[in-house]
């Protein structure tokens, strides 16, 4: 069965630094979203990506966040100077145009040192 | 030292019996719900999910139910097994948008 993959999925940074993680849909997918789950708490909405734009953002998507899928495989989530608080585990999700449901990806756990 | 987080509420069901999981939702514009499953150290799984013109679905060995008069959905696991164990989301969307989490519920299943 098809499955999003993400890589890596451990990344350890020191605070400042620019990070890049990456996601691989599945292969018929056009909708791609991130989320971020910090340690203990519930899944949320980072960006959702269409047609190589932004579709919505949530205000943890601020000026330090970008997305994009440079290839037309990868999509990829940069965040260019990293803070304490991005640690957290970042989940990629995709979806057919046809169907709502979302799949996720196995997630990038991110330690912001 | 102090603990940090959300503390999750914790459903104990012995192996082989039936598991209830529910969830309030707040979002009345919410037409798309789904059940996900979360193992630890992993991402959420797609259980089942049910939209706002039914109120019963039914998966193998699970059953969703939308109550949108009380805005309540529920998840029934049929003969619960070990590897049920995990955190369950429910979740909703406005339809083809980004979902929306809730806080989760804990299954232990008790061998």
């Known amino acids: 069965e098809p499955e999003v993959t993400q890589t890596p999925s451990h990344q350890v940074t020191q605070m400042g630094q620019e990070v890049i993680l990456r996601c691989v849909p599945i292969?018929?997918?056009?909708?791609f979203y991130w989320y971020r789950q910090i340690l203990g708490q519930k899944v949320e909405f980072l960006v959702s990506f269409y047609n190589n734009e932004i579709s919505e953002k949530s205000e943890i998507f601020d000026d330090q966040f970008s997305v994009e899928r440079p290839d037309g495989s990868n999509f990829t989530l940069k965040i260019r100077s990293t803070k304490l608080e991005d640690s957290a585990m970042y989940f990629c999700?995709?979806?057919?145009?046809?169907?709502?449901?979302?799949?996720f990806g196995p997630g990038t756990r991110l330690l912001v040192l | 030292g102090e603990s940090v987080g959300l503390h999750l509420p914790t459903l104990s069901v012995q192996e082989g019996d039936n598991s209830i999981i529910n969830c309030a939702y707040s979002?009345?514009?919410?037409?798309?719900f789904i059940w996900y499953k979360q193992e630890s150290g992993k991402g959420p799984q797609f259980i089942i999910d049910i939209r706002s013109n039914m109120d019963k679905r039914q998966g193998q060995r699970v059953t969703v139910l939308l109550n949108k008069t009380v805005k309540h959905l529920s998840l029934q696991i049929a003969a619960t097994q070990p590897g049920d164990s995990a955190v369950y989301f429910c979740a909703e969307s406005g339809g083809y948008q980004k979902v929306t989490f809730g806080t989760g519920t804990k299954l232990q299943v008790i061998p």
């Open positions: 292969s018929n997918h056009l909708y």
């Open positions: 979002n009345s514009a919410s037409d798309y």
């Open positions: 999700a995709t979806r057919t145009e046809a169907k709502e449901t979302q799949y």
